[in-house]
């Protein structure tokens, strides 16, 4: 059990462009969670994935925001156009049979 | 829905000594509980949770919390703290989807 991994740990981007988060999960964790978090703030959630289907998206996911999980092992969380409001940490979570959840270290993202 | 109350933002404490964080929550179902701490520039660690059974839990690092459901708080103690607790300390709820819902966090400083 290596736990949850995420790249790149650190993101600076000028707005408008396009950037894309990595996750793996914890292997054999079926859902996998993503979180943002700004500054001074708890997390919030923007969508989970169960194996490989997305089954809820947050009304803070605009349609800027993309996640897939193809094969059910890795995801990826894709923001098109950033905007400086992008800017925060976003956070992988893994979840197995039981309650749990475990997160990774998270992308810090900066929105220049 | 649910959401999330941590009731101090920021608490200060001596080495060595108990400290207390407060947390309320709502919901109109049945909920499990979660406190997980944030050092600065990484992931959440679980510190302990809420599921079902004794409402006194017990967690890593000597913190115990406990739910009381009239009251609807999940409140989060340690008799004797350390330097090296210093960090943000999150309180979470989740129910059928596991989703979690966080508080805005309490900034725990431990001074010699």
């Known amino acids: 059990d290596t736990g949850v991994s995420q790249n790149p740990r650190h993101k600076i981007t000028k707005r408008g462009q396009n950037v894309t988060f990595r996750c793996d999960p914890i292997?054999?964790?079926?859902?996998l969670y993503w979180y943002r978090q700004t500054l001074g703030q708890g997390p919030e959630f923007l969508t989970y994935?169960?194996?490989?289907?997305?089954?809820?998206k947050s009304r803070l996911l605009s349609d800027r925001f993309s996640a897939e999980r193809p094969k059910g092992s890795f995801s990826t969380l894709e923001i098109q156009r950033t905007e400086q409001g992008d800017s925060a940490m976003y956070l992988c979570?893994?979840?197995?049979?039981?309650?749990?959840?475990?997160f990774g270290p998270g992308t810090r993202l900066t929105v220049t | 829905a649910q959401s999330v109350t941590q009731l101090d933002s920021q608490v200060p404490v001596f080495e060595e000594a108990p400290v207390e964080l407060r947390c309320n929550y709502s919901?109109?179902?049945?909920?499990?509980l979660f406190w997980y701490v944030q050092y600065p520039n990484q992931g959440l660690q679980l510190l302990l949770k809420?599921?079902?059974?004794?409402?006194l839990v017990k967690g890593i690092n000597g913190f115990e919390a406990e739910f009381n459901k009239s009251q609807t708080s999940f409140h989060l103690r340690k008799p004797s703290v350390h330097i090296s607790d210093t960090a943000e300390y999150f309180c979470?709820?989740?129910?059928?989807?596991?989703?979690?819902?966080f508080g805005a966090g309490t900034t725990v400083t431990v001074r010699a």
């Open positions: 979570a893994s979840k197995g049979d039981y309650y749990e959840q475990y």
């Open positions: 292997s054999e964790h079926n859902r």
């Open positions: 994935f169960q194996n490989e289907a997305q089954l809820e």
């Open positions: 919901s109109s179902v049945s909920v499990y």
């Open positions: 809420y599921l079902s059974g004794s409402t």
């Open positions: 979470a709820v989740t129910s059928g989807d596991y989703k979690l819902s």
